[in-house]
């Protein structure tokens, strides 16, 4: 199986080129964006040296799936998805911030917790909690927006006070965050899950703001499992995971936590195929859909095809 790696696309009336961490985008006449979403795979924000065949697809379509169920919410950016690994979207003004949203005390929230933390973000914790229980109400705990290297914790306060974000947006912002939480929660319980935490990306296109990138996806959210969730927490046991942290945790068994000095651990055809059935596995418990395989042997001309004519259908309509 073959996995993309790299892209190197000159679509038509292209105007510009971006390589994110995972995703690829490439801007159109400055009015549109052709986000094509690579198999390479992050872990505490560092590019894995190898990537995860049909990752991309996995994740550009569980993005499409939860997309169009909170589209009443609010709007955003998909215009049309031409490929598995490609969508075309409006290009948005990004705000330079990350809404997260946590509704357990889970991953960065349980270690800042765990080592004597109180406070996430300006946010207030109470005393007496244990890692994976539900939080009094979910929280949005913002953090900015790295195009190279880590992402750091941010408060509302320092984010208005800065100019970040002007303190109207950002109440729209946190309001549209929560609101899309609520959602991704409804939708994860008809499938036995719970959506433990998550994060949005919002942009503003004419005076609007769009709901950006990639939502409720195992990169970008981490969900518990229903049946179990209670007994486990009694018993102080791990909570069943549905979410990319069995490749964390495979990282920290391994010695590697993104530090500097340290060496990602070597990435056996073994370990690459098992990430790939997990996150196919991910697919078909969070959309209750049966995955189907493209053919990745000439995937890169399939992306290249496919969105070429999706962009000569956009520029004949507009």
């Known amino acids: 199986m073959k996995a993309i790696r790299e892209t190197q696309f000159a679509f038509k009336n292209q105007t510009a080129f971006y390589k994110g961490k995972v995703r690829d985008v490439y801007s159109i006449a400055d009015k549109y964006i052709v986000m094509v979403v690579s198999d390479r795979i992050s872990a505490f924000d560092v590019v894995l040296p190898r990537a995860i065949p049909y990752k991309g697809q996995v994740l550009n379509k569980i993005a499409e799936h939860f997309l169009k169920a909170t589209r009443d919410i609010m709007p955003n950016w998909v215009i049309d998805v031409p490929d598995p690994n490609a969508t075309i979207g ?4 990004p705000f330079k911030v990350e809404m997260v949203v946590r509704g357990y005390l889970s991953g960065h929230a349980w270690r800042t917790y765990r080592d004597g933390g109180r406070a996430l973000c300006g946010v207030a914790l109470p005393e007496g909690l244990r890692e994976n229980d539900p939080l009094p109400e979910p929280i949005v705990t913002p953090t900015t927006k790295a195009d190279v290297g880590h992402d750091e914790d941010i408060s509302k306060d320092e984010i208005i006070a800065r100019g970040i974000v002007s303190s109207e947006d950002y109440e729209q912002l946190e309001s549209y965050a929560k609101a899309l939480y609520k959602r991704g929660n409804e939708l994860a319980e008809k499938r036995g899950l719970i959506l433990a935490d998550t994060k949005y990306e919002f942009g503003k296109r004419d005076g609007q703001i769009y709901l950006m990138d990639e939502i409720h996806t195992p990169d970008s959210s981490r969900y518990f499992y229903v049946e179990g969730y209670q007994e ?11 979410s990319k942290e069995f490749v964390r945790q495979w990282l920290i068994e391994n010695d590697f936590q993104g530090k500097e000095g340290q060496q990602v651990p070597e990435m056996t055809d073994e370990i690459v195929n098992s990430i790939s059935e997990r996150y196919i596995e991910l697919f078909e418990h969070l959309t209750g859909e049966t995955f189907r395989y493209e053919k990745t042997d000439d995937v890169l001309e399939r992306i290249e095809e496919n969105v070429n004519a999706a962009l000569v259908k956009l520029s004949e309509k507009s």
């Open 232 to 242: 486990r927490q009694d018993r102080g046991e791990a909570q069943k995971q549905l």
């Open 90 to 93: 409006y290009r948005c003004e």
